[in-house]
């Protein structure tokens, strides 16, 4: 097909869209329907751990120092950490040396407990519910939440990306208003290693360096 | 005049639309094709958007940023809530339109309710009375309606003064401009409520970015990579909501090394996969607009 052939049939394509976009819509729906089976467990866990550091952000009884170390604590048993880090390397996930794996997974993780604490706190959040599920794969499942925050008004959405890990569920990502925090990392990570022209160790400094939210 | 601009729009969006998907359809796959990687946004531009970012960052820290905070101090947060609450009911009308336009009847009419009971009952729009009463704010602009319709975002933009963007919602943010029935009404920026309105939108807007524009000044490595990477997932995501489509994702772990090249996610299913819903979301709570989110 030459690229005007193809333009044409493209436009074609765009006039006869609306129908066309429902016909897709149905047969991604079918697929959907096939595969996005509901996790009733997935959406309890969420239920429960989210809850559960939520509870302890809110806690007013621990010291700073308390909270943190508890929420570190937490993080580590809800969130696949080590999984999370190579996500956020993207392509760079392949060519990192062991040497320069271990510096960044101990930086990063330093990163990712400021950043999680940071970004939850911002909820002020009292309670979470969970409103659905979709299974990408038994053991890659997304599950919508709505967050009531303590100051009242709306409802804030939160959706969570479950992977499952030895038999048990792990948080992978979490996506707010619309945003994605693990994709949006490693878009960050990726386009700050290819400006040094592949060099990790220029990340791994400005990890190093403190990126990241100030202390409160 | 509306009409032909809304035309040459839609030319202009279809035709970048189009061009977008030629490239992508003759570009050779990537090495890595199986990598989860998500898509990285098209950004032909970057050396002018990253000039333009720059430029707005500094502006931003001797200007727009100190006015805010300003604004923030001065005012009690019942007053911004209400200033708030006002312009946004002053931008209902063009929602209703682009709900018509979208073809979602149900969300035309409760964006009109909404619109009826807040400037009523809401006191001019002062307090959203509406969200009390169950019709929960949603927003729709021109380039959501563009996307509604399959024109793809085209290339990543960054403007001086504007911020990010991407040809659609450009577009569609100056249709949207051009066909504001409010503004239309009231004589536009000729008129000292267009000025007022307009200025109240932006504080508005800029003072409800505060925290998140501060999370991605602080937490990234590469600021401006960032914000592009939440402004295509936000526009992404007020395009599905109106279509109603899936979200695609990347897979999230790497195949072992030296497994066969797509064993993932087989190249020739990206189309119609990897499907994944979030089943009957809740309308996300969206910014105002994209420029007051970032």
């Given amino acids: ?216 | 005049m509306a009409p032909v601009i809304l035309a040459l729009g839609l030319f202009a969006t279809i035709g970048m639309g189009s061009a977008a998907w030629t490239e992508t359809s003759e570009e050779p796959a990537p090495v890595i094709a199986a990598a989860p990687e998500a898509p990285a946004p098209k950004d032909p531009w970057r050396r002018f958007n990253r000039r333009s970012y720059a430029f707005n960052g500094f502006l931003d820290r001797v200007l727009v940023r100190p006015v805010t905070r300003a604004y923030m101090r001065i005012t009690p947060s019942p007053l911004r809530r209400g200033l708030g609450n006002v312009v946004s009911n002053l931008r209902e009308p063009s929602t209703v339109v682009n709900d018509v336009l979208q073809g979602h009847p149900k969300r035309a009419v409760k964006a009109t309710a909404r619109l009826l009971v807040n400037s009523t009952v809401g006191v001019l729009g002062l307090f959203d009375v509406a969200t009390h009463a169950g019709l929960e704010k949603h927003r729709s602009d021109f380039g959501q309606t563009l996307g509604r319709y399959g024109a793809g975002p085209g290339p990543y933009l960054y403007l001086p003064l504007v911020g990010p963007l991407n040809l659609r919602d450009g577009v569609g943010g100056v249709v949207d401009v051009l066909t504001d029935p409010v503004s239309l009404a009231t004589g536009g920026l000729g008129s000292d409520f267009g000025v007022g309105r307009l200025g109240v939108t932006a504080l508005d807007g800029r003072a409800g970015a505060d925290s998140a524009l501060e999370a991605l000044a602080n937490d990234s490595a590469d600021p401006y990579a960032a914000t592009r990477a939440a402004y295509v997932q936000l526009r992404d995501a007020t395009v599905r909501e109106s279509t109603g489509e899936i979200e695609t994702l990347p897979d999230f772990d790497l195949p072992p090394e030296g497994a066969p090249e797509g064993s993932q996610t087989p190249p020739a299913a990206e189309d119609a996969a990897p499907g994944l819903t979030v089943a009957d979301p809740p309308p996300p709570a969206l910014p105002a607009s994209p420029e007051g989110y970032l």
């Fill in chain 1, 1 to 216: 097909m030459t690229r005007l052939h193809r333009r044409r049939a493209i436009l074609l394509g765009l006039a006869a869209a609306p129908g066309v976009l429902g016909l897709a819509a149905s047969a991604n729906a079918q697929s959907a329907a096939t595969r996005g089976a509901r996790s009733p467990d997935a959406e309890k866990f969420v239920e429960a751990q989210v809850q559960r550091v939520l509870s302890l952000l809110a806690d007013r009884g621990l010291t700073a120092g308390q909270r943190d170390a508890a929420f570190r604590r937490a993080i580590g048993e809800i969130a696949d950490i080590p999984r999370i880090t190579t996500f956020v390397l993207g392509k760079y996930g392949r060519t990192i040396t062991p040497a320069q794996r271990a510096q960044f997974t101990a930086a990063f993780r330093a990163y990712a407990e400021n950043v999680y604490q940071a970004r939850l706190a911002e909820f002020r959040g009292v309670s979470v519910r969970a409103t659905g599920s979709v299974a990408r794969r038994v053991d890659d499942v997304v599950v919508s939440s709505v967050i009531q925050s303590a100051a009242g008004g709306p409802p804030t959405a939160a959706s969570w990306r479950l992977l499952a890990s030895g038999g048990a569920w792990k948080i992978v990502d979490v996506q707010i208003k619309g945003v994605w925090l693990a994709i949006t990392q490693q878009q960050d990570f990726v386009s700050t290693i290819d400006n040094a022209g592949g060099d990790i160790n220029v990340l791994i400094t400005q990890l190093q360096r403190g990126v990241g939210p100030r202390p409160r």
